[in-house]
């Protein structure tokens, strides 16, 4: 898959002195359309959000941005644990014209919704979490990246490929701090500030994020609700996408 198809534009801001990328629809989308905000996991960009933002536009205003220090956009003034991550992905939404929407993450992206939730509640309509980060069961580096590399093995091609470059662009230091960063996050605190509807969504054959722990997240979200992908790894996003857009479809388009 290509940096950008026919149908997804690349569009250039920047917040706070940070250079922002981030993909958008090509198409036209209904001024009345709910906006949608994906955010991407550790080490990658959102490059790989792509299938997901295809399968949603149309129907949703949605955009996949590069956090600051990932992917094509430019690195923050100083290094950013994950409340400075959810601090500057509230200042983009700002900056981009959009004051409230429902945000979809994946991995580690689910901490960082979890943090704006709690640091910047104003700005989170709804709640997507597809396989939500740090599964206590492996509290080291060495476990995660165990399990890693058996999920390397279960995705769709050409996502090791993508994940790859995009880990070689943000470099071994960033993604080795943000990864110690979020093993040490207390996450389930983080994710009971969740106080809007949330959907978990695990795939059934994910080895990073066990089942115990997806049941043991929506059980803490005050308005969650868990669904499996039959037969779909970590990036369900990226290896399932149409089963994980018939799921999210009807969540987002539910009254408020």
């Known amino acids: 898959m290509g940096e950008l198809s026919a149908s997804v534009q690349g569009r250039w801001s920047v917040v706070a002195g940070v250079r922002w990328y981030s993909r958008t629809p090509a198409a036209r989308v209904?001024?009345?359309?709910?906006?949608?905000?994906?955010?991407?996991?550790l080490g990658v960009s959102a490059r790989y959000m792509v299938p997901l933002l295809q399968r949603l536009q149309g129907e949703f205003r949605v955009v996949a941005p590069d956090l600051p220090g990932f992917g094509r956009s430019s690195d923050p003034p100083e290094p950013l644990g994950l409340p400075g991550l959810a601090d500057a992905l509230a200042a983009w939404m700002?900056?981009?014209?959009?004051?409230?929407?429902?945000?979809?993450?994946?991995?580690?992206?689910?901490?960082?919704?979890?943090?704006?939730?709690?640091?910047?509640?104003?700005?989170?309509?709804?709640?997507?979490?597809?396989?939500?980060?740090?599964?206590?069961?492996?509290?080291?580096?060495?476990?995660?990246?165990?399990?890693?590399?058996?999920?390397?093995?279960?995705?769709?091609?050409p996502l090791p490929l993508i994940a790859s470059r995009d880990y070689i662009e943000a470099g071994a230091s960033r993604a080795w701090r943000t990864l110690r960063a979020a093993l040490r996050d207390p996450a389930a605190e983080h994710y009971r500030q969740i106080r809007?509807?949330?959907?978990?969504?695990?795939?059934?054959?994910?080895?990073?994020?066990?089942?115990?722990?997806?049941?043991?997240?929506?059980?803490?979200?005050?308005?969650?609700?868990?669904?499996?992908?039959?037969?779909?790894?970590?990036?369900?996003?990226?290896?399932?996408?149409?089963?994980?857009?018939?799921?999210?479809?009807?969540?987002?388009?539910?009254?408020?």
């Open 196 to 256: 809007v509807p949330a959907l978990v969504v695990r795939g059934e054959r994910d080895p990073i994020v066990s089942a115990p722990w997806s049941e043991e997240v929506a059980r803490l979200l005050p308005q969650g609700r868990l669904l499996t992908v039959p037969g779909a790894p970590h990036a369900v996003n990226f290896s399932a996408p149409d089963a994980l857009a018939r799921i999210v479809r009807p969540f987002l388009l539910e009254a408020d």
């Open 30 to 41: 209904p001024d009345a359309a709910r906006p949608v905000v994906l955010v991407h996991g």
């Open 94 to 157: 700002s900056d981009y014209g959009l004051p409230r929407a429902a945000l979809i993450g994946n991995s580690l992206g689910c901490q960082v919704i979890a943090h704006l939730a709690e640091r910047h509640p104003e700005r989170l309509a709804r709640a997507v979490l597809v396989s939500p980060t740090m599964d206590p069961s492996a509290p080291r580096p060495r476990q995660q990246i165990a399990r890693l590399l058996v999920d390397v093995t279960r995705e769709r091609r």
